[in-house]
């Protein structure tokens, strides 16, 4: 009778997964270092998380070589200490690797915008995933005090309710993904686009949902998981499941996050594929001038009527500022436009561009193991 191993599952899917999130966030920084000539703190972000993430696939497979994805019998005795240090190594990735993926997102959306109760909104919930984060982190590494006690139940210490933990950190991390991907609906919501752009842009966003539904999955892993009474009599091989999807968790939000650099790539390289924005930015340009006075930006709006820009109306810095978000927004998502639309020139010689840069400033825990 052969015997049941799922190793090879656990190996390929993390080899898998690795390869496509590095390829991602290469080109991610490519195309801000060639095209959009700028890197940002989220592009800096993801690039922390990827490292972290790369690292808990790293654990899932060496965590192969002491028996994972084998019935328990496999894991030999002397291996059991060092098995279960790769496990939590391996919960501490992941719940620094989901909090830096949250706060590159929460980091792009500060950038862009402008609302003082926005903002707010935006720092609050960027405290909430930071402090979940750590916490997640810090809790994952200490199921049990001292470590020993994890494979030695009779040994003195204390232990965290595993099943809780789990169980309540994966929903929220839930709730904090699923918020996450609600928050730019307001900024896609303002912007004064064509349909087609707009559309690109909601579906751009909306690819967030498939990491939810990941989320989700895992979850319902995890709580199949607890309710199977005989779990701990033979994790090595029950855990598997929610190992996996731990890992596809983290690898999708990374892949998502960098859905815009490609979509930078086959406008730039295929422009028939992806239409430029150029029409919707010379319109810009033809309609408003940017001028430069006492260190702050006036926008004068123009008519074929009003040509001279000394008839035009004067707008609140406010205005100002939300037409700078929108470009902003477009040249995270768009082409850095180029040619005769390259920035919207003002009489002063001060682009659009320039005017948004300064009128903007600048886990749930690894896999649930019973003690051995």
Not at 115 to 123: D, G, P, Q, S, V
Request: net charge positive; hydrophobic share 45%; with cysteine.
């Amino acid at each position: 009778m052969a015997m049941d191993d799922r190793r090879g599952q656990i190996i390929v899917l993390n080899i898998a997964f690795m390869i496509a999130s590095l390829l991602a966030v290469t080109t991610r920084l490519s195309t801000r270092i060639f095209l959009v000539k700028r890197i940002w703190a989220d592009d800096v972000l993801i690039t922390v998380a990827l490292v972290l993430g790369l690292t808990q696939s790293a654990c899932y497979i060496v965590l192969t070589r002491y028996g994972q994805g084998l019935h328990i019998q496999y894991l030999k005795r002397e291996n059991v200490p060092a098995y279960t240090r790769v496990i939590l190594i391996s919960g501490f990735f992941t719940c620094l690797s989901l909090m830096f993926i949250r706060l590159s997102y929460l980091t792009f959306y500060l950038r862009l915008a402008v609302k003082k109760h926005y903002r707010i909104l935006l720092y609050i919930w960027t405290f909430l995933v930071f402090a979940s984060g750590i916490a997640s982190s810090i809790v994952s590494m200490t199921y049990c005090i001292p470590w020993e006690k994890l494979w030695i139940p009779t040994h003195p210490g204390y232990c965290v309710d595993i099943k809780a933990f789990f169980t309540a950190s994966s929903a929220l991390n839930m709730v904090l993904d699923i918020v996450i991907f609600i928050l730019p609906i307001p900024l896609l919501w303002a912007l004064k686009l064509p349909t087609r752009q707009r559309l690109c842009l909601v579906v751009v966003f909306a690819l967030g949902l498939i990491v939810v539904i990941a989320s989700i999955l895992r979850l319902h892993t995890l709580l199949a998981l607890f309710n199977t009474p005989a779990y701990r009599k033979d994790n090595t091989w029950s855990t598997v499941d929610s190992m996996n999807w731990a890992s596809v968790e983290v690898h999708l939000a990374i892949l998502v996050s960098c859905t815009a650099a490609f979509k930078t790539l086959i406008q730039r390289f295929l422009p028939g594929i992806i239409g430029s924005l150029s029409g919707t930015k010379q319109s810009v340009s033809r309609r408003y001038t940017f001028t430069t006075r006492d260190g702050g930006y006036m926008r004068q709006g123009h008519t074929r009527d009003e040509p001279n820009s000394k008839s035009g109306i004067r707008e609140s810095v406010h205005r100002t500022d939300e037409t700078a978000s929108q470009e902003h927004i477009m040249e995270d998502i768009e082409m850095p436009w180029t040619g005769k639309t390259k920035g919207v020139q003002a009489s002063s010689g001060t682009s659009l561009n320039d005017c948004a840069e300064n009128c903007l400033p600048d886990c749930s825990a690894g896999e649930a193991h019973g003690r051995m």
